[in-house]
């Protein structure tokens, strides 16, 4: 495990310092932050539920982008700059590499989603707020950048450069989004199949809402850790080649 912290470290550092991080911090505060002005206060009186909700369903689909982003350089970073023969040939194992790198892109969008935090505290200038529904919303908001992440990481351990990498975990990720709509034209029983397939219509609804429950949880990290299997799947055929 010293191996796989040691590069996650390596791998938030890097984020933090890189130009990417700061712009993606940047647009992500700015836009939901006025989104958060426009769409959950604005609108004349509401409950602090509602605008909670309204908070953290705007905050969601810019997690994705977000982590879409940021996984693009985890892997094809690597192979892009040649630096991927270091790594391979460094005494650590395939899956001590995908998981050392997921944890660090964790930790910079655990990060970014945490620095959010100001504006559900400006619904107490005029309100009240249940702190389960906060703990809930940012709880949906980090198992959905897991899952988003570890889609991108599978879709970085694919590709040879940064710009294709971010276009195959988009497409990967928008189909997962996109199941939701499958669920609605599909005839049972693959209707429930593809409605509960999709990464963030019923899944994350409750947490929104101030819901927590297992089987969201369950799904989230049955995403991450089939995608990050691939992933390893993917580095170890690569290492043969």
Avoid at 177 to 200: C, T, Y
Avoid at 203 to 217: C, E, N, Q, Y
């Amino acid at each position: 495990m010293r191996s796989v912290w040691l590069i996650a470290r390596r791998e938030l550092v890097a984020t933090l310092r890189s130009p990417l991080g700061f712009i993606v911090t940047a647009l992500v505060l700015a836009i939901v932050g006025l989104l958060f002005n426009l769409r959950a206060l604005g609108g004349g009186e509401k409950y602090s539920a509602d605008v909670l909700a309204q908070f953290f369903y705007d905050l969601s689909g810019f997690v994705i982008v977000a982590s879409i982003l940021v996984s693009m350089r985890l892997i094809a970073e690597e192979r892009q700059n040649g630096t991927i023969v270091l790594l391979l040939t460094s005494p650590v194992r395939d899956h001590q590499i995908v998981l050392g790198k997921f944890l660090g892109a964790l930790g910079f969008m655990a990060l970014l989603i945490l620095i959010t935090i100001y504006m559900p505290l400006l619904v107490m200038v005029h309100g009240k707020i249940s702190w389960g529904h906060v703990f809930a919303g940012y709880l949906g908001n980090l198992l959905l950048a897991s899952g988003a992440l570890a889609v991108g990481t599978f879709g970085s351990s694919l590709a040879r450069s940064q710009i294709v990498a971010v276009f195959v975990s988009a497409f990967l990720v928008a189909a997962m989004v996109m199941m939701w709509l499958m669920g609605r034209v599909a005839d049972a029983p693959l209707d429930d199949i593809f409605a509960n397939l999709a990464l963030h219509n019923i899944h994350f609804s409750p947490f929104r809402a101030g819901k927590v429950h297992l089987r969201d949880i369950a799904y989230y990290l049955s995403v991450t850790g089939f995608f990050l299997f691939a992933a390893t799947r993917m580095l170890e055929a690569r290492r043969w080649r």
